[in-house]
């Protein structure tokens, strides 16, 4: 490996690997700029051509050109080495496999995978019909490397084992699991893969390797449910609170357009690229962290979201936000039609998504946007302003600009300045010399008017259920059945972690009126519940029915039309 290391050097010298990272000017025999570590405005950062090393006053760091790859990328020295092997045009002559530690052999095992995943879909074509018909066009399909996983037991591993990868390597590599105590004592008494019938999307790291997949299951199974998305589990080469998909494509264009678009899925972020959008990124189904921000950060402090426009995307973007505001970065997020995604968007309406990603918000204005479309009373509207976006004001680290915003909020609510200060201050507290948000006041991210409601009239059925009021419990049921759907009803009676807080706010409600008015207090509950759902409803499909006038879609047009009357006459 020592004589590839020589051939990078001779080929490259250490100013051609710093100058994308750092604007160099020249200071006698060296060239200096501002450090990429740290904040600075007086340059303080060196670089010696004739040495081959770089020097960091403000921050003692240093060394060669692969120490600041490592540096600058978040990679290990074989990382460094393979990026840099490319840029010189040197190829890489790796150990054989007898000699190869075993995270070699892993990763070699997953380029194995993914070449075998690819040769499949092409003997598939109802995969590939799939993906054509979400709007993706082969060169994209070919270019990252999308595959298929048979829909059988040991198809995979059976095939690299032929190829003398080790059972123990694949169990390594996350493509094959051993049998879990249900099926030990089935035909299943070894390990057998882990994707079957899916999609198959190969997860890259900054250095071009494969690290990981998701897979997309391809035909459900009603007989035998299973998640639709799966991911790799981690290993030593895969961690999913810092992979981002798509990360070794984006990165210059996040350093050359200056911002980093962040969507939730594969298919998301694959008809971004194929439309222009060359800096997008995806979570890739996980939630966005800390990790996450900090690998966006080394190319950009400028991050925007596009996630999905129903309920749970802008929920999730309020995470996201939170997360990427306390690592002090720039946040704007594209505020899409109710319940479509930047897939449907970017396939069917292209020109609706660019409009969205254009017009961007900042997270305060776009969450006071949505709080402003759930149409609150006055007094509603500032408690849910004061709940949900305040924290956000807390989180921006430039005071200037937390002054800005400070004004903003103040200006929506019609309040004075000294107000929304006064409340700001109630976010805040100090230690040790810092101000920072406490993590108890961080709220969840908007509640429209009808999520609200829902979420009152469903604590009521939570609190008949523990008090065995059979009547009231069935009729409360019922309710929230007819006004929100069965599924979504089934949604919230699995989501157990949102259940404590539905009873007390329920209780509440109960006890701010005398028993004998507490009857009158839920009918009316139950009326909100209805009217607000009708909203809902309305404003979804006048939005569907905007999309279908941007695609010249009279059918479509016609049905939302008559919805649209149809709801009309049932709103009061």
């Given at each position: 490996m020592s004589d590839t290391v020589e051939k990078i050097k001779e080929r490259l010298s250490i100013k051609d690997v710093v100058e994308p990272y750092v604007k160099l000017t020249r200071a006698g025999k060296y060239w200096k700029g501002l450090s990429p570590f740290t904040k600075e405005k007086t340059a303080s950062f060196f670089v010696s051509p004739d040495r081959g090393l770089y020097h960091c006053f403000s921050t003692g760091k240093g060394g060669d050109m692969f120490t600041f790859i490592q540096e600058m990328e978040g990679v290990d020295f074989k990382g460094s080495l393979k990026m840099l092997a490319e840029k010189a045009g040197v190829q890489l002559v790796y150990e054989s496999p007898a000699k190869s530690d075993e995270r070699e052999q892993v990763l070699k095992a997953l380029v194995s995978a993914k070449d075998y995943f690819v040769s499949r879909l092409k003997t598939h074509t109802d995969a590939e019909k799939y993906l054509l018909d979400r709007g993706l066009l082969q060169k994209t399909i070919d270019e990252w490397h999308i595959g298929y996983s048979e829909n059988e037991w040991r198809a995979l591993s059976d095939e690299l084992q032929k190829q003398g990868i080790s059972e123990v390597i694949l169990e390594k590599a996350g493509l094959v699991k051993k049998p879990d105590a249900e099926t030990a004592g089935s035909e299943l008494k070894r390990p057998y893969d882990r994707f079957r019938g899916r999609v198959m999307f190969p997860i890259l790291d900054i250095s071009n390797r494969v690290v990981g997949f998701s897979g997309r299951v391809l035909v459900e199974d009603k007989n035998q449910p299973g998640a639709k998305y799966l991911n790799s589990p981690e290993t030593d080469v895969f961690d999913k609170s810092r992979a981002l998909y798509g990360i070794h494509v984006a990165r210059d264009g996040i350093r050359s357009l200056g911002s980093a678009l962040l969507v939730e899925g594969q298919l998301d972020l694959l008809l971004a690229h194929q439309a222009g959008y060359k800096n997008t990124v995806a979570t890739s189904g996980t939630a966005f962290t800390e990790k996450h921000a900090e690998l966006i950060k080394r190319y950009t402090q400028n991050l925007l979201i596009a996630y999905d426009g129903d309920r749970a995307g802008i929920a999730a973007a309020g995470r996201a936000a939170g997360i990427a505001l306390q690592a002090g970065m720039n946040v704007k997020i594209a505020k899409f039609p109710a319940g479509m995604d930047p897939a449907d968007l970017l396939s069917k309406t292209p020109e609706l998504f660019k409009t969205a990603v254009r017009e961007a918000m900042h997270v305060v204005d776009f969450y006071i946007s949505h709080i402003t479309d759930a149409k609150y009373d006055q007094r509603t509207f500032r408690l849910e302003v004061s709940r949900t976006v305040l924290p956000f004001v807390a989180l921006i680290p430039n005071k200037i600009d937390q002054a800005h915003f400070v004004n903003r909020v103040a200006q929506a609510l019609s309040v004075s300045e000294e107000a929304v200060k006064g409340e700001l201050a109630k976010l805040l507290k100090p230690t040790v010399g810092v101000t920072h948000v406490a993590s108890e006041k961080l709220a969840e991210p908007f509640l429209s008017r009808v999520d609200t409601i829902e979420r009152l009239v469903f604590?009521?059925?939570?609190?008949?259920?523990?008090?065995?009021?059979?009547?009231?419990k069935e009729k409360t049921e019922k309710v929230l059945r007819a006004t929100i759907g069965d599924s979504r009803f089934e949604e919230l009676v699995h989501a157990s972690e949102s259940h404590r807080g539905a009873l007390f706010e329920a209780d509440l409600f109960l006890t701010r009126d005398k028993p004998e008015d507490a009857r009158d207090a839920i009918a009316d509950a139950y009326a909100d519940l209805e009217r607000e759902a009708l909203h809902e409803m309305y404003r979804t499909t006048?939005?569907?029915?905007?999309?279908?006038?941007?695609?010249?879609?009279?059918?479509?047009?016609?049905?939302?039309?008559?919805?649209l009357a149809r709801l009309a006459t049932l709103i009061k």
């Open positions: 604590g009521l059925y939570l609190l008949f259920t523990e008090r065995g009021a059979v009547e009231e006048l939005s569907a029915l905007r999309i279908a006038e941007n695609t010249n879609d009279s059918e479509s047009m016609e049905v939302h039309m008559k919805e």
